[in-house]
């Protein structure tokens, strides 16, 4: 089992920006490829970004290619979520995930672990 839990949400200026943290706990952290997604209310849940155990690769969302950067440190078992130039569309609730291996990774039925998510909020 793999615990996890999200942290750095909060309410931002468009324009603003914001680092999530989420700590794993339980299973080794560094053998899992780790996933941020979100959900805004009404919406299904979107792939935003995830990073190989490695940290060699990294794949993206388009709407936050560009803006956001996802990183991790195994030595303190946390990636994160940096967040730049947000925008309102991007409110929504964050979470991470962890699956073996990475392949689909942009498919959230693929991961094996999820937090409880933390809210973002993006004023105009």
């Known amino acids: 089992q793999v615990q996890l839990v999200e942290s750095g949400g909060g309410l931002v200026q468009a324009g603003g920006s914001l680092r999530l943290s989420c700590a794993a706990t339980g299973r080794t952290f560094s053998n899992y490829a780790m996933g941020w997604f979100r959900q805004a209310p009404g919406k299904e849940r979107e792939f935003v970004a995830a990073i190989r155990s490695n940290s060699q690769t990294t794949t993206y969302g388009d709407s936050v290619k560009g803006r956001f950067t996802i990183s991790r440190d195994n030595a303190k078992n946390t990636v994160y979520l940096q967040m730049n130039s947000l925008k309102p569309e991007d409110t929504a609730k964050y979470y991470c995930?962890?699956?073996?291996?990475?392949?689909?990774?942009?498919?959230?039925?693929?991961?094996?672990?999820w937090g409880q998510g933390t809210q973002v909020t993006v004023s105009s």
């Open positions: 995930a962890a699956k073996v291996g990475y392949y689909n990774v942009v498919t959230q039925a693929a991961y094996n672990y």
